[in-house]
Structure formats: C-alpha cells, structure tokens
C-alpha cells in the first residue's frame, strides 16, 4: 500500500526499534527478578545506556522530520501553504474541496459537483483535500491512505493522499469527537476501474 | 553502591504499626477529623468507590462495543458513559487515591510526625465530592476534554455544572498540590536536600506540577461558564473566539495532569521498593534528577496532543516532537533504577511473597509498555497517520493509568492494609486479583494498540463490522469483564479480612529469607 506520507518502510524501521527496546526492558526485568546471578550495575552503564537510547531518539526525530518534511513540500511546491492560498494548484491529478459538519463529509469537485459522501478519484492519482469546517472541530483520516488531519472551524487545512491503486471503496472517517454523530461521520473514497 | 546517607534516604526507619485505625474510628472522625490517617484513610475508601463507579460504566460500553452496530445504548447515554468513565477514573479515582497514600506515608517517611496544611487537603477532598456531584448530575457527553464550539453546544440545561465541576477540580487539585509541596519542604528543610527521601523529592515536584497547572484549567472552566453564559467569547469562533486559545489552556493543564497520577506513584514506588528487598535504592541521585526532569519537560510538551492540527506547524512542530521524544530520559532513568536496585542482590522471599512487591513488578513492567511505544506516538510523520485519535492513543495512556499507576495504587492499599486494619488481607484472594487484573490489563493494552494501528477511532459508540475492528474489539470486552471481576474480589477479600482476616505481625512486612515468612504468608497462623 503506497501512501502519501512515504510510510511504509519507515514506520516498518520504527515499530521494529519499538519492539526491540521493549524486549530488551522486559529480558532485562525478567533478568532481575528470575536470574540466580546477581549483577551490580555501575553507574556509567546508565549514562551509556540513556547514550545509546539518545542515538534511537535522534534517528526518530530525524527520520520523521524528513518523511514529513517531504510530504509538506509536494504542497508547498504547489504554493497551497501560502497566505492567500493559490487555487487551482498545480502537481495535483485532482483537487476536492472537502466541507466537513455535524455529521458527514461533503465534497466538490472543481466542476462544482458535490457528494455527499463520495470522493470520487482514480487510481494512483494525487489527490489534494481542501478541507473546511463549519461548525466544530473534526478530524479528517482514510486509514487506506495512512493521513490523519484535525481542523477548527473557519480555517482551511489541506491536506493530500496517493489514491491506492486497487478499485474500490476506502474508508475515510472523523477522528475527533465532534457531537453524539460522531461514530456516523463517515465517507468513501471511491477508486473507480482504470480505464482513463 | 551504597553511600553514607543511603539508610536516612530510605526515609525514617518503620516505626509503623498495625493498627484497627479503620475499627476504631468514628464516622464524624472519619468525615471530618484533620488527622493524616483519617484524610488518607477516607481518600482511599472515596477513590476506590470512584474507580468501582468508573469501571461499572467502562463494563457497560464495553458491553455495549463488544458487537457492531447499537444494541443497548443510544449514542447519548454511551458518550455520557464515556465522559464520566473518564473524569471519575482520572480526577476521582487515581489522582486521589495516590495522592492519598503519600498524605498517609509522608509523615512517617519523611519524619515529620503529621502531615501538614492538613486543613487544606480537607476542603481539597470536599471540593471534588461536589465537583463529582456536579458531574453526575450534569451528566456530559462531550468527553473529559470538552473541545469547544462542540462541549459548548451539546449536553442540555446542566451542563453548566460540568463547567463549575472543571473550576472545583483546579481548586482541588491546586490545595492538594500545595500540601505536598508543604510537607515536602518542611522535610527538605529538617534533613537537607541532600538527604531527602525520594517520597519528599516526588512531593516537591507533585506540587509544582498541580500549582503551576491547575490555575489555568480553573480559567478554562470559567471561560468556557461565560462562553456558555454568552457573556465572554472566548472560545467559540462563531461569536469571535479561537479554538486554539482553548487548546493550548486546556493542554497546558493537560499534559502535567497525567503527570500527577504518575509522580505521586513513582514516589510510593521508590519508598516501598527499598522496604521490601531490604536495601537502598540503586541511585538515589538518578532519581531526583529524573523527578526534576520530569516535572521541567512536563510543562511543555503539551502541543504534542492536538500535533495534526494546522497551528502546530514548523519549528513549534519539531520542537514538540524533540522535546516530547526526550522525555525518554528521565523515564528511562527511573525504570533503569528500579531494575539495577533489583539484580544488584538476592531478591528475599519475603519479598517474592509479597502481594505489593508483585504489583510493583506489575507496573514496572506496564510503565515499559505504555512508555515505549510513545517513541511512535512522539513522531509526527507517524502521529499524522495511526496514532492521532485512534484506539493507540488509549493504548498508551491505560497501560500507563492502569498498569502503571493503578497497580501501584493497588501496591500501596495492600501494603497499607495491615496498619490501617491491624489484620492482613487473605493471601490466595489477593493472588486471584493481581492474576486477573494483569492478564486483563495485558490483553486490553494489547487488543488497543493493535486496533489503533488498524485505524480504529475513538470515541464511537458504532463501528463497522470489519474483521480487524470486530473480533478485538469483543476480546477487549473480555479483558474487561476479568478486571471487573478482580476488582470485586479485591473488594470481597478487604471487607472479609478486615474483621476476620489473621492479626497483623509487629512488622508484617519484615524482610527475611525464611521458607515460610511471620508476615504474608498463606496459610493462616492463628
């Protein structure tokens, strides 16, 4: 599954590391308790130890920042960041404006034909959102395209998928609780055949 | 690696004794009376009514989750649930509840005798029985952080009491932070920093959290009255407000608020952990330095909980992401601490008997696997895709509420239970809760973190019937149901001992290496 966000390969790295520490902490527990050996530990083994967990956070902090940093610039490129936000933006296959209420998503095409609960796209494109709120403050996530977003009213957030490759009907959903509608805030994203 | 001051760390020597204090008192006592051991006494019992309260509503929704689609609760009674799951369990049950052990250890450990300002962590107890009041008469469905224009425009007539509930929570926890900070400068004043039990270190820094947060969380909850009110426009954009005035308040009490479930812990932690193995801690200096770490970073990565939203953006972002990501250090050099203190030297079987040493291990264990994954939830790349507001950011604050800080919570009621009874609780019980809750506490951590990473979302009282949500999610309720059912034997075991349990021992925590110990053995020695 090919997302926008590049996530694939650095997530797989990042929950790999997650299980390692977790499993060295846990042995090292379990080592304690159970081992008939009995070991005292000298004090710069801490400091070399929280060395070493310096170096892991560094790798994190620097890896995120660029995968991020890379998916921010497709938009910046676009000169969709800017204040006042050009419209129409170029590098984009299609472009939807998304207005997101109490409960549901609404979406418009650049033809002015709304849905209101399909995203309609083709595989493979590169899809910018332009989302609105007009009431509260929602959340925007299609899990198919690992993107979450979480916006106020009254400001637009952007934000853009590579619309997977299969056709079909992906989820896109409210992650913030947003009123007693909450769990029926829902949409599609709708990948048609691939024949254009 | 013992230095000279090692045995005056460790906190005065026991000169605890068991004692009926619970049979001897009376109910005005118990209710009023400035005595640290009543106030204690009556934080524990009210925080354990709390967390049965709490739980009852989290085995309705989960009852309600188990299946797709609505079988019992509307969506209003389900969130109003929810809302009050979590407000009873964070402000009633564990803050309360280990605030409370340290008013009853303070004292003893850290040899002043009383415990001071005792009259402020009366109103303190007071205040939040209204405030719980309040709330159950409110009853609000817009979760514990009420994001406004949303909490502004849902939960009928009374939801304005849920405002003021907010206001007496501040004020609450502000006078509680104040007498820890009280009773652990007295301390730090008599024995010299240097020589200060790491209970009076977790103190201080208890009540600089709770003094430096709770004045803004008392604005927020008069702010969003007066929003309600339509005298103020604070945070509703529709009248001119901004949302993010109100995110970054509401965070700013936020992030030190699960904090200060978690100080007071770590602090019964470093006071027991010593008793029960009968030596110092590994490295007492480590500790304060992870305390005062703790308490810094505290404060200000708070941004990191609403990180998707469009205002968290360039050097802010990064800076919440590093700063976030280095609170690591202090977390390490504690469960480092705690790990070293164990291997350095034979563990008793005292200790292994121990019903709280086997808690301990417990929320060590759990503080591992709540606090490792944040390395995931920290990253923004990350955070904007599984984890922001799916089922993983739940994962990760139950293993560390639950796991962590409610067995240590567990920890200090068993290790307390003797000198407030003078009788100790029945051994094969207490092994059945601390099997149940862990098993169950373990499953439940797990089945969250995995249905966060397959995009589950919070808050929902329906779900779509997906393989990955469904089957998990009914595993979930499972594990839910078996912490249920160690609760109310905890409950059973503590009512039945505490007239007919077997008399306490001088020490019945007393360290030895004896097949069969005089303290917490199983069979009855009457």
Known sequence: MESALGLSGYQATMMIIVFVVLGAGISALFLALFLPARWRLKYWMEIAF????????????????????????????????????IDGA?????????????????????????????AVVKPGERVLFRIFSNDVIHGFNIPAAGITAEFDPGKERDVWIRAPQEPGKYLIQCLNYCGIGHAQMKAWLVVEGAEA | MASAHDAQRMGETPTWVPEDIIGNMTLKSLLFSNDYRHIAIKGILTSIVMLGLGGLMAILFRTELAVPDVQFFGARPYMQLMTLHGMFMVFGFIIPFVIALNYYMMPKVLG???LLWAGAAQWSYWLLIIAAVFLII???????????????????????????????????????????????WEAARRLSWSKLPLMGWGAISEG??????????GLVGIYMFTDWMQITAMFDPARGGEVMTFMFMFWFYGHPAVYLPLMPAIAVLYTLLPRFLGRPIWSYWSAVIAFSMLTVLGFIVYPHHFQPAENVVGPLQRATQILTLAIFIPSTLHVFNWIATLWSDPIPKSARRAIPFKFIIAAIFFLMLGGVTAYVNAQIATDSDFVHNTYFV?????????????????????????????????????????????????????????????????????????????????????????IGLGFIVFVINFMWSATRGRKADTDPWAVSDDAVSSGASAQPAE
């Open chain 2, 208 to 217: 600089i959290l709770l003094m430096g947060s709770t004045p803004i969380l």
């Open chain 1, 50 to 85: 929280v060395g070493l967990l310096i170096g892991v956070v560094w790798y994190g902090d620097k890896r995120s920042a660029e995968v991020y940093g890379a998916y921010q610039e497709e938009m910046s490129n676009a000169g969709i960041l800017d204040e006042p936000a």
């Open chain 2, 138 to 184: 409110a009853r609000p469905d817009f979760t514990w952080t009420f994001y406004p224009p949303m909490s502004l425009r849902v939960g009928g007539d009374l939801v304005y009491l849920g405002y003021l509930a907010v206001l007496l929570v501040a004020i609450s926890e502000f006078l509680a932070g104040a007498v820890l900070m009280r009773n652990g």
């Open chain 2, 394 to 482: 739940p994962a990760h604050f139950h293993a560390m509420f639950v796991g962590f800080m409610a067995n240590m919570a567990m920890a200090g009621a068993y290790y307390l239970y003797p000198y407030f009874t003078g009788r100790m609780f029945n051994q094969a019980l207490a092994n059945t809760h601390f099997w149940f809750w862990q098993i169950g506490i373990f499953s439940k951590v797990t089945l969250m973190y995995y249905l966060g990473y397959v995009y589950f979302p919070r808050w929902v009282v329906d779900y779509l019937p997906l393989d990955q949500w469904a089957m998990p999610q009914m595993m979930l309720t499972g594990a839910a149901y078996l």
């Open chain 2, 112 to 114: 002043t005798g009383r």
């Open chain 1, 90 to 118: 170029e590098g984009f296959d299609r472009e939807l404006k998304v207005i997101a209420f109490q409960w549901g998503f609404a979406f418009l095409t650049d033809e002015n034909e709304i849905s209101r609960n399909a």
